[in-house]
């Protein structure tokens, strides 16, 4: 699975970034995704994924009612929308393929995404006055 994510940047506290996930080589309407972060020295955390299932999203706990997820399967394309930015979403973000029994332990409990090998560029994310 290969993907490109952009929308990454530096912005003050309480600001908006609009991440977006384009994938290649395969139609995302048939997967999981979800969206994960990775700070300095720590693995992989959840943030946000969403499902096959028409609908269906997760968030952990941190960024539910600022994080939004969706997809947009015309453009093969999944968007994550932060506001409120804090400090402590300050992260590489990456987007990855979620096995569906995965989901709620991966993207609301933020379990660690150890067995995912296919890790792309991320998109860079800075919060700060």
């Known amino acids: 699975f290969h993907f490109v994510e952009t929308g990454g940047n530096s912005v003050q506290p309480g600001g908006s970034l609009r991440l977006s996930c384009q994938a290649s080589?395969?139609?995302?309407?048939?997967?999981?995704i979800g969206w994960f972060r990775q700070a300095p020295g720590k693995e992989h955390e959840g943030v946000s994924c969403?499902?096959?299932?028409?609908?269906?999203?997760y968030y952990t706990n941190s960024v539910k009612g600022r994080f939004t997820i969706s997809r947009d399967n015309d453009k093969n394309t999944i968007y994550l929308q932060m506001n409120s930015l804090r400090p402590e979403d300050a992260a590489i973000y990456f987007c990855?393929?979620?096995?569906?029994?995965?989901?709620?332990?991966?993207?609301?409990?933020?379990?660690?995404?150890?067995?995912?090998?296919?890790w792309g560029q991320g998109t860079q994310v800075s919060v700060s006055s």
């Open positions: 990855a393929v979620v096995p569906h029994h995965r989901l709620w332990r991966l993207c609301e409990l933020s379990d660690p995404y150890y067995e995912y090998a296919d």
């Open positions: 080589g395969f139609a995302l309407d048939y997967y999981n």
């Open positions: 969403i499902s096959t299932d028409p609908g269906t999203t």
